[in-house]
């Protein structure tokens, strides 16, 4: 059977998306999902490539028994026709998704929502960038995040 693949994007991909990534995994671990999914992250600017995730979002994560593994990379043309959905953080990375897709000469098969689109919880439209704020911020996102990545999972199957 053909794999689902999914794309979490952010812009540094440091903190939201590969938080994403790794609630998604940990999800699809615990339905007996994983081997049905190709699961990235990857950020809209480059400044973080090979990076691993802002450590304040790794011991966050880590303290609800998730492991972010990932290291930072740039979002290319390329994953327009790899990736089945492409999910934005907030409404600055879905407009500079759509603007790259709409530069990209391919098939263009990802479909392109933002994360928040699948929430139930809690009424945010945008996933709040963490990085200049303090700890709290990172743990808020970790609990929208485990909110709006269920609600995609189910939106799927
Ligand atoms: P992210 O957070 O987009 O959730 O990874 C950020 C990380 C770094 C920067 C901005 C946002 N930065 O400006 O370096």
Redesign the pocket.
Known sequence: MKKISVLFV??????????AEAIFISLLEKKGLKNAFIVDSA???S??IGKK??SR?RIAAKRRDINILSR?RQINIKDFEKYNYILA?DDS?FRDIQDLKNRTPSTKLASIKKIQDFRSVFNEHE?P????GGDDGFDY?LDILEDSVSGFLESIS
Do not use: E, K, Q
Not at 11 to 19: D, Q, V
Not at 129 to 132: E, K, L
């Open positions: 952010c812009l540094g991909n440091i903190c939201r998306s590969p938080a950020g809209t600017g400044w973080h995730a802002d979002m930072a953080m990375n996933v960038d963490p990085y200049f996102v």
